[in-house]
């Protein structure tokens, strides 16, 4: 009964790395999102997605960018990581978000140097 | 746009206490309700959802009632035990995505 999974849990980067944010599940939902968390801030909408093979930006989208090659499986990148990008980041999912409730990830704690 | 006001934290209660925290909620329509309760460390989890006007959402002691013309979907629990001690978000489904509250943190005494 996995639901929504989040890898890696936690990770450091240094200023001007890159990496790869994975998130799948295994709930056959269309809908996928990327949310980052900030004390005080609530959750802000980086990227989803609405399908297999499509994107959209959401509220802070700038720094990041995304993939859904699989309809399983959503990816948020980091190309050039900044101090301003530590957060917790979750991802969810979704059946239908005109009355269904999303799904969330455990979190990703990221830490940039 | 739509958009989700939630009572300012921290809220800070004794155990057997009622708790009562503000939701309204600005939308086209009339939009799905949510509360998602997250413990520390982990993530958001559904608590509760309202789908239509006057709807009751309720679970594990809280309840929540979609009022339209108030617009408004304030959550609610006759008495608090120190385990509910979490931050609590109320949240609108929007077209493609959800519209949330900034979240509110309880604390609960012993």
């Known amino acids: 009964n996995a639901g929504v999974t989040q890898t890696p849990k936690f990770r450091v980067l240094k200023t001007g790395q890159s990496m790869t944010l994975l998130c799948a599940q295994d709930?056959?939902?269309?809908?996928m999102y990327w949310y980052r968390q900030d004390p005080g801030m609530g959750l802000r909408l980086i990227h989803y997605s609405v399908g297999e093979g499509t994107t959209a930006k959401g509220e802070v989208p700038d720094g990041y960018n995304v993939s859904r090659l699989k309809k399983q499986n959503f990816l948020l990148g980091l190309e050039s990581a900044a101090p301003s990008q530590t957060s917790v980041y979750f991802c969810a999912s979704s059946r239908d978000p005109s009355n269904q409730p999303q799904h969330f990830g455990d979190g990703t704690r990221l830490s940039i140097l | 746009g739509d958009s989700v006001t939630q009572m300012e934290g921290p809220v800070t209660l004794s155990e057997e206490a009622f708790l009562t925290i503000n939701c309204t909620y600005t939308?086209?329509?009339?939009?799905?309700l949510f509360w998602y309760v997250q413990y520390p460390g982990e993530g958001l989890q559904l608590l509760l959802k309202?789908?239509?006007?006057?709807d009751k959402g309720s679970n594990k002691g809280f309840e929540a009632t979609y009022r339209k013309e108030t617009t408004s979907f304030h959550l609610e629990k006759g008495s608090v035990q120190v385990s509910d001690s979490a931050v609590y978000f109320c949240a609108l489904a929007g077209t493609y995505k959800y519209i949330f509250g900034t979240g509110t943190r309880l604390k609960v005494l012993a």
């Open positions: 709930m056959n939902h269309e809908y």
């Open positions: 939308a086209t329509g009339y939009p799905s």
């Open positions: 309202a789908t239509k006007a006057d």
